[in-house]
């Protein structure tokens, strides 16, 4: 499986973001599926999943960010608006939940200044 992010960048505090991923070989078919970002010194967290018209947020992003999906179902989108600094992170999508036999991409890095 291949999963390529891409989109993030150096933003300044309460700047937009928005992340894409392409999963190949029908990857996200029919899966839970969701961004998660990791920063240093701590765990991989879950941001946004959605499966068909169900989506959750964590507390942090909610308000702020929108998953979405292309009409394939292969491009997983992430929306990020009024970015803060601890939004900083690589930024990663993938299935949901994040069992041990998932393959991480390489993911895209968001930078927030203040």
């Known amino acids: 499986v291949q999963l390529q992010a891409s989109g993030g960048g150096q933003v300044p505090v309460g700047g937009s973001l928005r992340l894409s991923c392409l999963a190949s070989g029908g990857y996200f078919d029919s899966a839970v599926v969701g961004w998660y970002r990791q920063t240093p010194g701590r765990e991989r967290e879950m941001v946004a999943v959605?499966?068909?018209?169900?989506?959750q947020y964590s507390d942090s992003v909610r308000g702020r960010f929108k998953i979405s999906t292309d009409r394939t179902g292969n491009t997983l989108y992430l929306e990020m608006n009024d970015l803060k600094p601890e939004d900083t992170g690589v930024y990663y999508c993938?299935?949901?939940?994040?069992?041990?036999?998932?393959?991480w991409g390489q993911g895209t890095l968001v930078t927030v200044s203040s």
């Open positions: 993938n299935r949901y939940p994040p069992s041990l036999a998932l393959t």
């Open positions: 959605i499966a068909s018209a169900i989506i």
